[in-house]
């Protein structure tokens, strides 16, 4: 973005700023980055740039999921990487969710959210016995098979069972970020939204009315790396996800968080007659690429159909929306140093997963910033080569 001569002659222009660390995106992961180097050093001086309001991206249009992952995730990333890696994967991811706990919601109560469950579910032996693979354990990763009896009452006639794994939670992650932006300012660190960086600099950033003068820079874009520069273009791929709200009419049972593979469709209840439903996502995928949230008429049908007729819900919509996420082709992020104009970092690429594995990703980040680090975790299975 630039600015016309015209504003700049206004009030809209502002003075420079002086900062140690600037961080490019206001998200849960930008916010988890700043948390952490305040944790671990907060004797720097943190300033926080979003071109909207902190969560106006995806972190604040996801379905709520903070959770470790499907069964599905844990078996592709075995067949890719080998279980030991993926493991790690998990470790990591389960360690995310309880330093979340440990630091953010135990003591936040302005944060409703409840420990429960997620389960990959089945709908059949069939499409159970189609999914497994003998170099894939679940057991390896503690999902633990429910049979249909052990399913909650509402989906035992739906579906044949299904691998649970917990703890998990369920959250609205609106809250979670405004306490994480609330600590963060308590902090001292400067957070300034509907301001854009188009630009790094050797020394620092440009926006479109001022300078920022900063020792070090991270970009916590996400799916929007593309749009920032170039040579991120292939690497992280923005892609939509389509969210529905409905309020069901009859009493549906379903307390955890659910993935249904076969169907590529997460659900979750948000409020006792409130079901959000996420996914389908390939019935336009050619369509779901790109980092403009709109709606998809086709796969928003997709959605409904499936509530009304895989779980046999009668509702009313009421909300849709959709957000916008980056994916690798390794379907794991990106966090390291950039080539740049000065010292620069990255992190993103979360591929659909930066709920459960922001938090801890961010403490990854920050000790990679801070010199603490040489390598991140993610550097085993591929390390960023960008140039700016």
Not at 210 to 239: D, E, M, T
Not at 376 to 387: G, L, R, V
């Amino acid at each position: 973005m630039t600015t016309s001569h015209w504003l700049r002659q206004h009030q809209f222009t502002t003075h420079d700023i002086t900062t140690d660390i600037l961080i490019v995106g206001g998200g849960y992961v930008g916010l988890s980055t700043a948390y952490w180097i305040t944790e671990l050093n907060p004797e720097l001086k943190i300033t926080v740039i979003d071109r909207s309001f902190c969560g106006a991206g995806a972190s604040g249009r996801n379905a709520g999921f903070l959770t470790m992952g499907s069964a599905s995730f844990y078996k592709g990333l075995t067949l890719e990487w080998g279980v030991d890696k993926a493991k790690q994967v998990f470790h990591f991811a389960a360690e995310s969710l309880e330093l979340v706990h440990q630091h953010i919601l135990k003591s936040s109560p302005e944060i409703k959210f409840d420990r429960t469950s997620s389960m990959t579910l089945f709908k059949s032996e069939q499409n159970h016995l189609k999914w497994q693979n003998n170099l894939f354990d679940p057991n390896e990763f503690n999902f633990k098979w429910k049979e249909t009896s052990g399913l909650p009452t509402s989906l035992q006639n739906k579906f044949f069972g299904g691998y649970e794994a917990l703890p998990e939670y369920k959250i609205n992650p609106i809250p979670l970020l405004a306490s994480l932006k609330k600590r963060l300012e308590n902090r001292k660190v400067q957070i300034i939204e509907n301001s854009s960086v188009f630009q790094l600099t050797p020394d620092g950033a440009t926006t479109e009315v001022n300078s920022v003068k900063a020792k070090k820079v991270v970009l916590a874009l996400n799916g929007y790396f593309p749009q920032f520069h170039s040579s991120f273009s292939g690497a992280i791929v923005p892609r939509r996800a389509q969210m529905l709200a409905i309020e069901i009419e009859e009493e549906f049972d379903c307390p955890s968080l659910y993935y249904d593979p076969a169907e590529r469709v997460y659900w979750r209840k948000t409020q006792d007659k409130v079901l959000v439903v996420g996914g389908k996502r390939l019935l336009d995928e050619a369509g779901e690429t790109g980092d403009f949230e709109k709606i998809s008429p086709i796969v928003q049908k997709g959605l409904e159909e499936y509530a009304r007729q895989e779980l046999g819900l009668n509702f009313k919509v009421i909300n849709r929306w959709s957000g916008t996420m980056g994916f690798t082709e390794h379907e794991l992020p990106f966090i390291g140093r950039l080539e740049a104009p000065l010292e620069a970092y990255m992190i993103g690429g979360f591929s659909g997963h930066g709920m459960g594995l922001g938090f801890r990703s961010g403490k990854e980040m920050a000790e990679v910033t801070l010199g603490m680090k040489s390598e991140s975790f993610y550097d085993q299975f591929k390390k960023p080569q960008f140039k700016l």
